[in-house]
């Protein structure tokens, strides 16, 4: 699978642009995109600075960090639930 094509800065610069009067059909030529693209990227980006997009890509890490975090305690939590479950018989 390809990599992304266009960093989130350079999607604001060109939904900027499309903002500005560009019609969407030579927009999407322009950036080689679908349609549907512009749209996503416009629900996604939509409104937003460079700055906004730095900051959303930093909570998007920090985010991830955090459900792996708590994947692994859950993970712990559930492995010490079942070794305390068990019934220890002492040898005989």
Not at 53 to 72: F, I, S
Request: proline share 3%.
């Amino acid at each position: 699978m390809k990599g992304k094509r266009y960093l989130p800065e350079q999607i604001i610069q060109a939904l900027a642009e499309a903002d500005a009067g560009l019609p969407l059909g030579q927009f999407c030529r322009k950036y080689g995109v679908s349609e549907a693209t512009y749209y996503n990227w416009k629900a996604k980006y939509g409104g937003m600075t460079a700055n906004d997009a730095h900051r959303l890509k930093d909570l998007e890490n920090e985010n991830g960090r955090l459900k792996k975090l708590v994947a692994d305690q859950a993970l712990d939590i559930q492995m010490l639930k079942e070794v305390c479950s068990k019934n220890f018989q002492s040898p005989k």
